[in-house]
Nanobody, 124 residues
Framework: QVELIEWGGELVQTGGSLTLSCVVSGLAFETYTMGWFRQTPGQEREFVAAISWRPGLTHYSDSVKGRFTVSRDNAKNTVYLQMNSLKPEDTAVYYC?????????????????WGQGTQVTVSS
């Protein structure tokens, strides 16, 4: 079975930094584009960042571009989201996704392969 386990979310102050991690088992990790999405209560899940299985290809939403960096370590089956200059509007539950499909800046999460979510809270 496929399993995605993520961690790293916590409460931080505005301007601070966090790194989220997501380890994947049960699939050929190096062949999957990995994505990060976030969701707040009452709102739809929105795309944040993704990194392709193809070397060097990344995607970011306009709201996080220049502040967040997505990376992966295929030897560890792990995808990361480095978040800098955090703002209160970044507060959300963050989810990692295996099999994200991207075309330019349009990225959609796959239906079945999601992490359990990790809460990021940014205070003033």
């Amino acid at each position: 079975q496929v399993e995605l386990i993520e961690w790293g979310g916590e409460l931080v102050q505005t301007g601070g930094s966090l790194t989220l991690s997501c380890v994947v088992s049960g699939l050929a990790f190096e062949t999957y584009t990995m994505g990060w999405f976030r969701q707040t209560p009452g709102q739809e899940r929105e795309f944040v960042a993704a990194i392709s299985w193809r070397p060097g290809l990344t995607h970011y939403s306009d709201s996080v571009k220049g502040r967040f960096t997505v990376s992966r370590d295929n030897a560890k089956n792990t995808v990361y989201l480095q978040m800098n200059s955090l703002k209160p509007e970044d507060t959300a539950v963050y989810y990692c996704n295996a099999g994200t499909y991207c075309s330019d800046n349009l990225c959609v999460g796959s239906q079945d392969y999601w992490g359990q979510g990790t809460q990021v809270t940014v205070s003033s």
